[in-house]
């Protein structure tokens, strides 16, 4: 993990990782000067980010890595992976069941009743 910052800047940046799980990542951030939080892990574009609760763009570092811009002061910075194949593929998995239920549950009461 790494910020940029402008080189009038005198402090150097203070980052604290506060999460870090496969598909979410919480950072605090006290910069001095407007700058960009750089994570050096591979940038995928189902990655969302906000920025003190409001939605951030993405952007793609150095070739493969990502970045979000960051104000001066104190920031948290929250990046979520949201895989939507996952959710779709829930959905559908859900429906399949409650249609399964229903018609087993109907065959299995006109079995009793004859």
């Known amino acids: 993990y790494a910020i940029g910052r402008h080189r009038e800047q005198e402090a150097e940046p203070i980052v604290e990782i506060i999460e870090h799980t496969a598909t979410r990542i919480v950072v605090e951030v006290e910069a001095g000067a407007p700058g960009y939080l750089l994570l050096t892990d591979a940038y995928y ?14 952007y793609r570092a150095d070739v493969m890595f990502r970045a979000v811009q ?45």
């Open 70 to 114: 960051i104000p001066r002061g104190q920031s948290t910075v929250v990046f979520e992976y949201q895989n939507q194949s996952f959710e779709i593929g829930l959905i559908i998995m859900v429906i399949f069941t409650v249609l399964g239920s229903v018609v087993w549950w109907r065959k299995g009461w006109s079995d009793a009743t004859a």
């Open 45 to 58: 574009p189902e990655w969302r980010a906000t920025v003190n609760g409001d939605d951030a763009d993405i």
